[in-house]
């Protein structure tokens, strides 16, 4: 086994000299040179994180759906790579050991690197550490140019409506800043509920927006598109979530009939002072010290509502160490309102907001019998304070 390690120029040159679906295959190469690994495999989480599918190596992406290898995370040594976001090994079948190390971009769990190795030391533990590392960043640039990586995160097959619900999403689920760790999670129902959530990032502030179409399948699909880009239009246009608002009821109730309920926050990197609007959705829920409790705000008209609409901006401080917890009404309606989500909010509340929405989703999942009659979709912001110079990348962790 080589000693010299294995630089992250080196790999991150291969791959740009590779096709957008050969990058992998050119760090498995890599590491089987330097390293005399064997089995070396690249595992992407599903949509709903609750399963991994290895990606096939180049000329066998044409493979049918129910030929691909697919297993549970529950239990196995990928969920604890995932959840320590740390390379984890365990004796391999056939002699060796097999090590595994997360691929994650700014707190965004992409999936697992996973090789069998003859031996195990710091030296190739690192190496393999930075070779995940530099993975993550080709993923989030190769999947431009390919459904390669869409293909292998969906462990069923989608429908018109999800397949459009699913494009409004943000392309990373997760992400990770000096002020803030935030994570997102959408289980559609059997019938999709036109949920959606979205967050963007500039030079001063965090915008946040949880949404939920009227009625199901591609007619809230529609509805849904129409209220995530106007929300998107006016917000990239500078505007603030006052004019946000104004604009996704304007959208409606110009080219459709339905109606949205939704929440828009913008919160100030500098002071955590949040300005938060509320159109008809349910409340949010906060975690602060040990206390877990919904907070009461004022709740305005849903977009698209054929009434005269005013829409006020509420003041919502957050402090350092505050969560906060978006909502749509699909966690509380019919069989998921026996999930106490206040008392699951402060059950996780040392785990990374990634894994809050693993749990909180999984738990109104189970509530339904793995039939959601709706939509059910949270945000979970962690507000480390404006003058965190460090951020927290796993359960109890920081960088």
């Not at 409004?168 to 289980?187: D, H, N, R």
Request: proline letters at 5%.
């Amino acid at each position: 086994m080589g000693d010299e390690g294995l630089g992250l120029d080196e790999v991150l040159r291969a791959a740009e000299d590779a096709a957008p679906v050969e990058s992998v295959d050119v760090i498995a190469r890599k590491l089987e040179e330097r390293f005399a690994a064997r089995e070396v495999s690249f595992w992407l989480v599903d949509v709903l994180g609750q399963s991994a599918v290895r990606l096939p190596r180049a000329g066998a992406a044409g493979q049918e759906h129910s030929g691909r290898e697919r297993l549970e995370l529950t239990g196995s040594l990928y969920d604890r790579v995932l959840r320590a976001q740390e390379p984890q090994q365990e004796p391999a079948a056939g002699g060796g050991h097999r090590l595994a190390a997360p691929v994650t971009n700014r707190g965004d769990c992409i999936g697992v690197l996973d090789l069998v190795v003859p031996r195990v030391d710091g030296a190739l533990r690192e190496a393999v550490a930075r070779a995940a590392h530099a993975l993550a960043y080709i993923v989030v640039t190769d999947r431009r140019f390919t459904d390669l990586y869409h293909w292998g995160r969906r462990t069923t097959t989608m429908t018109l409506a999800a397949e459009i619900q699913h494009q409004l999403l943000p392309s990373a689920s997760c992400c990770e800043a000096a002020q803030f760790t935030l994570a997102g999670g959408l289980v559609p129902a059997d019938d999709i509920g036109g949920d959606t959530y979205d967050y963007a990032l500039d030079q001063d502030a965090l915008y946040l927006s949880i949404t939920d179409a009227m009625g199901h399948d591609t007619d809230s699909a529609m509805l849904a598109t129409l209220t995530v880009n106007a929300l998107r239009g006016a917000r990239r246009a500078g505007a603030g979530v006052l004019d946000q608002a104004h604009a996704a009821h304007e959208a409606i109730t110009r080219h459709s009939r339905g109606m949205t309920t939704g929440q828009l926050l913008r919160v100030p990197l500098d002071t955590g002072a949040c300005e938060l609007v509320n159109a008809g959705h349910p409340w949010p829920l906060r975690l602060r010290g040990d206390r877990a409790e919904e907070v009461a705000v004022r709740v305005n008209m849903p977009f698209g509502v054929p009434v005269p609409v005013t829409y006020e901006v509420q003041q919502l401080p957050l402090e350092p160490g505050d969560r906060l917890i978006l909502i749509t009404d699909g966690m509380r309606e019919r069989a998921a309102a026996a999930v106490d989500l206040v008392s699951l909010v402060a059950a996780t509340r040392d785990e990374h907001p990634r894994e809050v929405v693993r749990a909180l989703t999984w738990a109104v999942h189970e509530a339904c019998g793995g039939e959601l009659p709706d939509d059910a979709t949270l945000l979970v912001l962690d507000w480390h304070g404006s003058r965190s110079a460090r951020r927290r990348t796993s359960g109890g962790s920081d960088t």
